[in-house]
């Protein structure tokens, strides 16, 4: 994840620039070039992935499909559904869909903006699509029910459908002083997050989670929610001379690079330099959309876990390690 106080998921940006995919591609060589398998790829199926965090303009991007069966803006739940104006997404502060962001954001803009400049660098965004959903408050910190909104949040994505859920957040499972829990109850609200992602896993909906940005943190300790979850992969950063650069732990799935990501609406004006297993877990997710569109029955189990470990373009460097000891290879 992106370095942050553990309730601030995002800082207010404001874009220096509009939206640039061709900088985006160019700034990402070696991540566009993990990917270069698409172009002699078939894909056969249609498959998308929910992005669950903060504010996301969805208009700025083409991978985020509207759903047609909902009329915007009317106020009513028109394809009955259970969620009002849901024409993009959900947006879990006001509980409906807005159509856009009410503020300018960074985090899920830049992560979003990575899988948009692959799918289309590709042609492949008749086949890959993005769900935005929105768990923070305008000023971009979870708010007290944080535990509750992100398992709504994961019932959301599984109703309208998602091939693959990617959460770039976390909370250390020891933290109890901030959140409000249901009915006061921290084992209630956690099996209240489980059930949702039981109930996501069931249906064969794949989740990707990110470990912690602190490097010196082993999740075998220390484990995080959603992460640690079962039935989540979990993913950490390596910076592209392959050193682990977060937390780390035999229970973390796998690595990616996320160090020195160039994404569209950094956390500082101008700045498209990103670093944190944020922008490393939604390119492995990515990774899995693309492999469910190939495969739709692809499922959460210990041979898809075997054959994400066994997607091995090169091994870490250090001798704090995830459970693959390597840095994931998006062709599976």
């Known amino acids: 994840m992106i370095k942050k106080s ?23 060589k070696k991540i566009i070039d993990d990917f270069s398998f698409l172009s002699k790829e078939k894909i056969n199926h249609q498959a998308s992935i929910a992005i669950i965090g903060d504010y996301v303009h969805p208009e700025a991007f083409d991978t985020i499909k509207t759903n047609d069966l909902e009329i915007p803006n009317n106020g009513i739940d028109d394809d009955h559904n259970g969620y009002i104006d849901d024409y993009y997404g959900m947006d879990f502060e ?30 492949i965004q008749n086949k890959i699509s993005v769900i935005p959903i929105n768990i923070t408050m305008h000023r971009l910190n979870f708010d007290e029910l944080y535990i509750k909104k992100l398992a709504d949040a994961i019932d959301y994505a599984r109703i309208r459908g998602a091939s693959v859920i990617s959460m770039s957040l976390g ?58 979850n079962k039935g989540v992969i979990s993913v950490a950063n390596v910076d592209y001379s392959g050193k682990i650069q977060s937390a780390y732990g035999e229970n973390i799935t796998t690595a990616y690079f996320g160090t020195g990501i160039y994404v569209w609406g950094g956390e500082k004006e101008g700045d498209l330099k990103q670093k944190g297993s944020s922008y490393a877990t939604p390119l492995v997710a990515l990774s899995l959309t693309i492999a469910k569109a190939q495969n739709p029955k692809l499922a959460y189990g210990t041979k898809l876990l075997n054959k994400i470990k066994r997607a091995c373009q090169a091994k870490i460097k250090a001798k704090k390690n995830v459970a693959s000891k390597c840095i994931f290879s998006p062709k599976l």
């Open 94 to 123: 006001v509980g409906h869909g807005r159509t856009s962001a009410p503020i300018l954001s960074g985090h899920e803009n830049g992560i979003v903006s990575t899988i948009d400049a692959i799918v289309n660098h590709y042609n």
């Open 171 to 228: 909370v250390s499972n020891a933290y109890r002083s901030f959140f409000k829990f249901i009915d006061n109850d921290y084992e209630k609200s956690f099996k209240y997050l489980q059930d949702a992602i039981d109930r996501a896993v069931e249906e064969d909906i794949l989740l990707l989670s990110a470990s912690s940005n602190n490097s010196g943190r082993d999740h075998i300790l220390d484990p995080e929610v959603p992460t640690n």
């Open 6 to 28: 553990i309730l601030s998921i995002a800082c207010l940006t404001t874009f220096a620039t509009p939206y640039n995919m061709q900088a985006i591609i160019d700034g990402n």
